[in-house]
């Protein structure tokens, strides 16, 4: 029996630039891909695994400095003598720059570092490792073409590629294959979220997801994968490890919710995750036209509860507008309101909530109200 791990897509590196996450907590998400990434060795080592599939985005090629490689190479050589297979993808291709070039890694560690098919045999535990590397940011050929595996052997295959569309410009490839190539298993990368993919009704290829979620929308259980491999029979078991999870929620208020409600809303959602876990709320709803909500003032209290918490404020006063127009008919505040409204139903976007939120300003002012900020 052939045991192995398979993980992909951990971004070491990378900046969350594009969540919502404050610098600092960034830092810590950093370190927490790290810690998670050194767990999933020392998971292999414990389970005695024969060798370890890290199928591409390694790192983030544009954030990578000495200190991440080093640290990089210093989990790795936990690993001594077992094999280590590194298939670089898009994020972390093998450009003329590359840390997989320029540095010395350890001599158990294999990287593919080209676009061609290369074949490394493993005496012990007597398996073929197939595998290619990125040498650019973008590929559009399905280069799973150019592969045939050697017949009547255990084949592994390591590829960072996109199995969701034939269009697509990160190695797009289709596994409903008349022919299996002779493939065992495919140890995929650049989805995500685990998934098995079976041709012919036997299991042949998987993608194991992230291990930590990289941002507000991949939700769901984030892990790697064990995997065992008997007679070329492959059976795989999801190994969950992420420290945090992304967790939207809606709350939608009414114009008989008031502060007192809303902590009781969120103190509900806080109990049932946990500490660690990221946040994000949004509050939607017609709300009384006297309540001002103060979203930082409210993050400042449940701060201690969660790792990090954002609040999206997407309420509405409950102006009814259609009365507003007809009560003030041909005044200023008629006008006010017809011409918003016109300016509302010819936009979209972000453009339409600009408008939006400059009627219901525009209402707080002329109804000799304060002006609350939204």
Excluded at 225 to 251: Q, S
Excluded at 336 to 361: C, H, M, P, T, V
Aim: with cysteine.
């Amino acid at each position: 029996m052939i045991k192995f791990i398979h993980t992909a897509d951990l971004h070491l590196g990378t900046s969350f630039s594009s969540s919502f996450l404050s610098a600092k907590k960034a830092r810590r998400r950093r370190q927490d891909l790290l810690d998670t990434f050194e767990k999933i060795i020392k998971y292999g080592l414990e389970k005695e695994v024969d060798v370890f599939f890290l199928s591409g985005d390694l790192f983030e090629y544009k954030y990578a400095d000495k200190f991440l490689i080093n640290y990089i190479k210093d989990i790795l050589k936990l690993t001594k003598t077992i094999p280590v297979f590194i298939s670089p993808g898009n994020h972390d291709p093998v450009l003329k720059d590359s840390y997989y070039l320029s540095y010395k890694w350890p001599d158990n560690v294999h990287i593919f570092k080209n676009e061609n098919w290369e074949k490394v045999y493993l005496s012990r535990p007597g398996i073929n490792v197939y595998g290619l590397g990125w040498q650019r940011w973008h590929i559009e050929e399905n280069l799973l073409n150019n592969l045939e595996c050697e017949k009547d052997k255990i084949n592994f295959v390591l590829l960072h590629a996109d199995n969701k569309s034939e269009n697509s410009t990160y190695l797009p490839i289709d596994l409903r294959m008349k022919n299996d190539r002779n493939i065992t298993y495919m140890a995929l990368g650049h989805v995500h979220q685990m998934e098995k993919i079976y041709s012919k009704k036997r299991l042949i290829a998987a993608y194991p997801g992230t291990p930590e979620p990289l941002d507000i929308n991949e939700g769901g259980k984030h892990g790697f994968i064990l995997g065992k491999v008997l007679d070329k029979n492959v059976e795989l078991e999801f190994i969950p490890i992420a420290k945090r999870k992304y967790i939207k929620k809606e709350i939608i208020l009414s114009e008989q919710d008031n502060y007192n409600t809303l902590r009781e809303k969120l103190l509900k959602i806080f109990e049932d995750g946990k500490k660690d876990d990221i946040y994000r709320i949004c509050l939607t709803g017609l709300i009384d036209t006297d309540f001002e909500l103060d979203i930082e003032l409210i993050k400042e209290e449940f701060i201690d509860k969660v790792f990090y918490l954002q609040i999206l404020d997407k309420t509405e006063p409950s102006y009814n507008i259609a009365e507003l127009k007809l009560t003030h008919q041909g005044d200023i505040i008629g006008i006010f309101i017809e011409d918003l409204n016109n300016k509302i139903e010819n936009s979209s976007g972000r453009q339409k909530e600009i408008y939006q939120k400059a009627l219901y300003y525009g209402l707080d002012a002329l109804l000799s109200k304060k002006v609350i900020l939204r």
